[in-house]
């Protein structure tokens, strides 16, 4: 905020433009977590089903309870399994957690936009304002103008 501090707002103003950019660093930390979990999982399905094809394809397996039974027989598989199954629902919860992070930061986004009128109610302030947006969006990728992303 060391950037923006030529702006002369007044102290709840700085902490609430404070408050929306650590809850964008959250927000941009999170999602980068979750596309990680994403290729992560996608990666061990890929292994998985890769891994399967292979060894299933050279055994004669004529019934599906005979895949069952291959599936079963080793350790290996039901670890590989636990593997993709965690993954799954770890990329899931981080799914969750970023949706959560998004609303948060949405809200409080929103929030200052509604009540600009109010924090900026002279016509100098005014001017202020659009500086500090503009200063918001480009330092930041904050959009403070319009509540629609």
Same mark, same amino acid.
């Given at each position: 905020?060391?950037?923006? *501090?030529?702006?002369?707002?007044?102290?709840?103003?700085?902490?609430?433009?404070? *408050?929306?950019?650590?809850?964008?660093?959250?927000?941009?930390?999170?999602?980068?977590?979750?596309?990680?979990?994403?290729?992560?999982?996608?990666? &061990?399905?890929?292994?998985?089903?890769?891994?399967?094809?292979?060894?299933?394809?050279?055994?004669?397996?004529?019934?599906? *309870?005979?895949?069952?039974?291959?599936?079963?027989?080793?350790?290996?598989?039901?670890?590989?399994?636990?593997?993709?199954?965690?993954?799954?629902?770890?990329?899931?919860?981080?799914?969750?957690? &970023?949706?959560?992070?998004?609303?948060?930061?949405?809200?409080?986004? &929103?929030?200052?936009?509604?009540?600009?009128?109010?924090?900026?109610?002279?016509?100098?302030?005014?001017?202020?304002?659009?500086?500090?947006?503009?200063?918001?969006?480009?330092?930041?990728?904050?959009?403070?103008?319009?509540?629609?992303?």
């Amino acid at each position: 905020m060391k950037e923006l *501090s030529h702006y002369h707002v007044d102290e709840p103003t700085q902490y609430i433009l404070e *408050s929306v950019i650590t809850k964008k660093e959250k927000l941009s930390a999170t999602q980068k977590s979750m596309n990680k979990w994403k290729w992560a999982f996608f990666g &061990c399905l890929l292994l998985g089903m890769s891994y399967l094809f292979v060894f299933t394809s050279q055994l004669n397996l004529r019934a599906f *309870s005979d895949f069952i039974q291959f599936f079963l027989d080793d350790n290996k598989h039901l670890f590989l399994l636990i593997i993709i199954v965690s993954t799954y629902f770890k990329m899931i919860q981080m799914q969750k957690q &970023c949706d959560k992070l998004e609303k948060e930061f949405n809200d409080l986004r &929103c929030e200052i936009i509604q009540k600009s009128k109010d924090i900026w109610s002279t016509p100098a302030q005014w001017e202020n304002r659009k500086d500090l947006y503009a200063a918001m969006k480009q330092t930041y990728d904050i959009n403070l103008y319009h509540e629609n992303k």
